[in-house]
Every structure is written in C-alpha cells, then in structure tokens.
C-alpha cells in the first residue's frame, strides 16, 4: 500500500481528543499528534469542564492547537457531539488523550477510506504502550460481537488480550472500530446524528459503528496503521462506574439496535445471566463489581420505562453484518479453554 499515491488532494483530517483532567497525557501526548507526517490536519482539543491545569497549559505549551471548552462535563458521547458539531473537516479522527501516535499512522487510515467510499470508520491497530508487543485491550486490532451483544476484538477476549505477532494484519471489515482511535467520514457521522449521548460513555463507540452498518456502510481495521495506548488511563477497567455504565449501556444499545422482539429475548436472558453473575462475584468477595451489575439492570429498565427514546432512521438487525459471532464467546472461554481470536473465530 502507498497511501501518498492517492491523496494528491489531501482532505482535511481534524484530530480530536476529548479531555476532561488530563493535562499530563495532553502534556506527554499531543507532540506526536503535532508532529505526524500527514500534511492537511488540525489538532483540536474539546475539554470537558477540566478542573486541572488543562487549558492554562494548552494556550501556554500548544497554542497551535484549538480548544472548545464546555461549560459542564457532558461525558464522552455528548462532549464529541458538542465539540465535532464545531469543527469543519472532511475526516474526524477521535483519539483517546493518553494515546501515543506514530508518524505516519495518519495516511494508512485517510487513504482505505478515500479508495472506498462504503466505509463510514476504521480503527488502526491499538497496542499497549507499557508493553508494545501486547495488544491493548480497548480495541485490539478491530472490533466483533456475539450473539448475545458481548464485544470482542481481534486480539482481546473478555480479559485476555495476546501478544501481536502479525496474525491480525489483514485489512478487514469488522463490526466496530474503537472510540480510543476512531477515523470517521465526517458526512457519516453527521447523517447517524451522532453518538447517543444517554449512555455518557462506554458502548457509544459500537452502537454508533452498528447504526452506520444498518445504513448500508461498512467498518474496518487497518492495522498497517499503528498506535501505542496506555489504557485504563481516563477510566480503569476495574472502576465500579465503568462497570455500571458498560452493562447498563450494553443492554440500552441491544434494544436499540436488534427487531423488537430479537432484543427482547437476547436482553432478557443477558439480564438473567448477569443477574447470575452478580453472586459470581459477590461469592468472589468483589461486592463493588457485583453491585454494579445489578444497579446496571435496575438502571436499564428506569432507561426503558421513563427516559424518551431517540428515534433514528437506521433499519435494525445485524444478519448482514461483518464481524458477528454466530454464538456466544463464553462457552468456547470458559468451557473450552479458548482465549485467542484465533481459536474462537474461523475467519478465511
């Protein structure tokens, strides 16, 4: 692939990091956004009601960089709607601000998307910067569901995540691309409406990949593309409100997404499995986890019952789709001890 032999007209890429109290990732981070080799690009940096030394830094040791700052903290979903809402540009490239690019990581992504207009989004390969032969949990090298809406990646199972060795490289559709490093058609987003900003965080990056592919658009990985991410820097996996919002969203983001009654018969017996696994946990003396889970459930059906639903115009459904597992991930994880992409998925 030579990306430079096909963007003679250099589209504009806006690079966007939403930031809420985290002056030292921008600090530590934004000279590799500044300086990757992509000409036609802007840095823009929408800060979500920071209470640090965020903007005072920014105008001090960044002013090439542009700040939209919000008057409250909307969380990450509603905070990009603010921020992108502002910003003109033929691509958006969202990035987590404790992500670390490589020089040329930019071209590989502009150039997959401008050969192929059916593409709404792609990810590039995510590995982990404390190891760089590890994959890095929040996206791996692109993302997958299964039957019963629990995301996997190419790269990472649940909690396992392997080392890269090259056997994820190939550029491939799949069903969701990382809100950690997500290149966007800017025209796409726009016609989705956006992310949902109920869910605050977490899940917003799937179900808004899935409402593109009910569109008619595809999503893919493009691990020619390589970015280095600490991971659990904004929010560690193991914080009880991620927990929380990463169950409760997934249940709200099935119903929205699946036929009536498709979504009525997974969410219901992912609620009664999780409900089980909230003694799984408890009996594992986690009772933070375990209470979480089950405020997600009570949460999910509050959503159900008094939060108005947000019409969109995507058709629902997911037959047709690229990157869904035709059962669940848990029976070949736990049952038969297989922890690789690799072992669970046959792709050709």
Known sequence: MNPNNCMNNQPSVALVILNWNTSHYLKRFLP??????????KVYVIDNFSSDDSLSMLGADFPEVVVLPMKDNKGFAEGYNFGLAQIT?????LINSDLQATPGFIEPLLYLMETNPA???CQPKLLSLEDKHMFEYAGAAGGWIDQLGLPFAQG????????DHGQYDAIAPVFWATGACMFLRSSVYKETGGFYGY???????IDLCWRMQNMGYAIYTCPVSVVYHIGGGTLSWENHLKTFLTYRNNYIMLSRNLPFMK?????????????????YFLLKAEPGISKSMLKA???????????????HHQPRGWKKHTGVYKGTILFPYFLGNRKKFSEVVKTK
Do not use: C
Not at 32 to 41: G, I, M, R, V, W
Not at 89 to 93: E, I, K, M, Q
Not at 298 to 308: K, M, Q, R, T
């Open 156 to 163: 990472r199972i649940l909690t396992t995540v392997e080392e």
């Open 32 to 41: 590799s956004l500044l300086t990757a080799t992509y000409p036609n690009k």
């Open 297 to 311: 459930i009570g949460a999910y059906f509050y959503w159900l019952i008094f939060i108005p639903k947000t019409k």
């Open 199 to 205: 869910y605050y965080m977490h899940q917003e990056d």
């Open 119 to 121: 593409i709404a989004a």
């Open 263 to 279: 979504a009525v018969a997974i969410v219901g017996l992912r609620l009664l499995l999780d409900f089980a696994g909230s003694f």
């Open 89 to 93: 540009a033929d691509y958006y490239l």
